[in-house]
């Protein structure tokens, strides 16, 4: 067929599909009529407003459809309704209602549809309360070696940044730090990632996550047999491929165990409240051991959640916790006096030349976490959250139909001047004080999402950051040219600043 068939054949399925779909969805014309929003029209509904616009652009027009229309508010993308809440109250009722544990239909477009992050809601059940004794307290501590390993290595590549007049961007060495602790917690191998396999990985999944965000406002590219037509899915692929072969590589490793589980015939007696001898602990708990572990004593884990677990840890952990720290680092160059306050409790509490952060120290730095929590505040990685309604859910002002796809503005209410001040835009460490968060909503800070469906690893992140972060303090001053101000925000499936992270440094 010539390349004008092909768009002809493939635009008049579309118009079929999005028919169909829309006279399926006669609540949802109801539930759009019932609620404010941006104009739509035919076949593409609102997406006209995101087509041909930057993602920095991209990301102002939701914050201009949020802010201009009243939550709840409706967007139309193709034939799919999207309704967008940031109020806290209504944040609290979806986050916890049984009618929202699923995730949106377009986190399918990740391809670990059996980890946690994207799972449907029966899977994700059965696997999260398999693995949340994975990241206990004590499994967590064992990994203080490695973080304080990878730290010290990251300090070591940074010394050829001292004393240079001119600025770097310390996302790129930040990010292979996160990268070879996620490795080496995740695969129980040392992969060495700090160099130029580890830029290779993160240039992999910045380009599949733009991918990600291209196919996301461009509705058409929704259904998967029609994405599968065009030259993005042979990148995105590619871009995989490179991102997930440091886990194929350990996985042929233990082929054996795996053709184990692949080849048994019964399913194995689950093991109540297994536990580890305490000598066992003394050395790191490696995730991949923890899985095969599983997937023996409950028959649960099979190849491919084994695959798809294994693979959301690794693009989850890292990237999140690489920006999240990337934009401490940028807050700290950029507020002088909170950088020296950070480094004074450090000093403090692990004195001005140690050797290894301790486990039992990380609780001893208060104002350290308020300044980590202060920064994700304002840069929250996950932006917007999508679950998609599986009943109808009544919230405040409107019921969302069965089918809807619920978006949760994570940014918008962490920057609600009603709840947090008059200066809400402001950097502010102080907001974490005790006096202060006393009395505000629980469900104004979201960070790692709330809820039965949160973050799992949301310990394992805030443990690792502290830890770089006490060796980042312990040998540079940071400094930079940049002002609040002057930052400029984009939305790439994660909330990025566009300016980048640069930076200066001078040795302690």
Partial sequence: MTGLAVFVTTLGLFVLWWTVWRLRRWKHLKLSADLNGPPDFPLIGSAHLFLGKSTEQQFQCILDITTTYQSPCRVWLGPKLFVFIDNADDLQTVLNASQCLEKAHVYRFFQCETGLFSAPAPIWKVHRK???PCFNAKILASFMSVFNAKSAIMVDQLQRRVNQPKQFNVYEYISKCTLDMVCATTLGTNMQLQNEQGDE??????????LLNHRLYKVWLH????????SYYKVQQQCYATAYKMSRRVLALRGDELSEIRNRSTVPVEKPNSSQPVDEYRKPQIYIDQLFRLAKETGVFDERAIRDEIDTIILGGNETSALTLSHVVLMLAIHQDVQQRVYEELVATLGSSFTEVENDQLSRLPYMEMVLKETMRLFPVGPVIARQCTDDLKISNAIIPNGVTVVLGIFN????GKHWGPAADTFDPDNFLPERSTHRHPYCFLPFSAGPRNCIGYKYGLMSMKVMLCRLLAAFRFSTDLTMEQLVLKLDITLKIDNKHMVRIVPR
Avoid: D, G, M
């Fill in 413 to 416: 209410v962490q920057r609600s």
């Fill in 223 to 230: 259904p998967e047999w029609i994405y599968r037509l065009t």
């Fill in 130 to 132: 398999h693995l949340n």
């Fill in 201 to 210: 990985y993160i240039a992999a999944i910045e380009r599949a996550s733009e």
